[in-house]
């Protein structure tokens, strides 16, 4: 006889897809964050004819090879800028944790954990 608080079937095979799917994302997520750096390297091939109107420069060809890799080092700065100011991946982790029932749970748990070690505490003081 099943748990009457068991989950159903049904629910455990699609709390099987959700994290299938969710690491499917992440890792696609991942290889996104790479195509970003081609993008900007074919943007910036694509744009030259415009590029050179504007600027006036019979041959930005030959510019391609600084404004690339200014480009580059522009998305390193911001980059950097976002971990050593902004601490990025400190707060998408706070943000997580806000998000996640299992934290959530976890924290609360601790919390009467804590509670109830310090009225422990305060019971074998009384005893001294």
Known sequence: MEHPSAPSPLRVRLARWREVF????????LGQSFLVILNFTLLIITASDKLQIFFGIPRLRSLLIVIVPLGFLGVWCFGYFMDKVVRA?????????KRSEVWTNHIEQMDRLEAELKAVRALLEQKK
Do not use: L, P, W
């Not at 969710?22 to 997520?29: I, M």
């Open 22 to 29: 969710f690491a499917q994302k992440y890792r696609f997520d």
């Open 89 to 97: 991946a400190q707060m998408a982790e706070r943000q997580s944790i």
